[in-house]
Nanobody, 118 residues
Framework: VQVVESEGGLVQPGGSLRLSCTVS????????MHWYRRTPGRERELVAR??????????TYADSVRGRFTISRDDAKNTIYLQMNNLKPEDTAKYYC??????????WGQGTQVTVSS
């Protein structure tokens, strides 16, 4: 199984960035997909989660990003997205894509750095 995030980047405060994560080797359509982030010295934080379409494509957001970030999935492309708007310096972190398959098998991507700074 491969979980591959798109490249992050440097964004000014108030700016936007979209991350994508493509999965191969896993039955994507029945998987629950997540975005996590980690900053040195802090606990890993669940940013957003989206269940499978069969499970209602239910979405959960961290309070810190609700209203600014949007998670979505395209099962035809085995890809999820994280649209991040109105970025703040505190959003600076390494973002990880995490897949949980139907049998509760789990897979992590390598992570991609997002830096919000002027």
């Amino acid at each position: 199984v491969q979980v591959v995030e798109s490249e992050g980047g440097l964004v000014q405060p108030g700016g936007s960035l979209r991350l994508s994560c493509t999965v191969s080797g896993l039955t994507f359509s029945t998987s629950t997909m997540h975005w996590y982030r980690r900053t040195p010295g802090r606990e890993r934080e669940l940013v957003a989660r989206i269940t499978s379409v069969d499970a209602g494509a239910t979405i959960t957001y961290a309070d810190s990003v609700r209203g600014r970030f949007t998670i979505s999935r395209d099962d035809a492309k085995n890809t999820i997205y994280l649209q991040m708007n109105n970025l703040k310096p505190e959003d600076t972190a390494k973002y990880y894509c995490y897949a949980r398959g139907r049998m509760n098998d789990v897979y992590w991507g390598q992570g991609t750095q997002v830096t919000v700074s002027s």
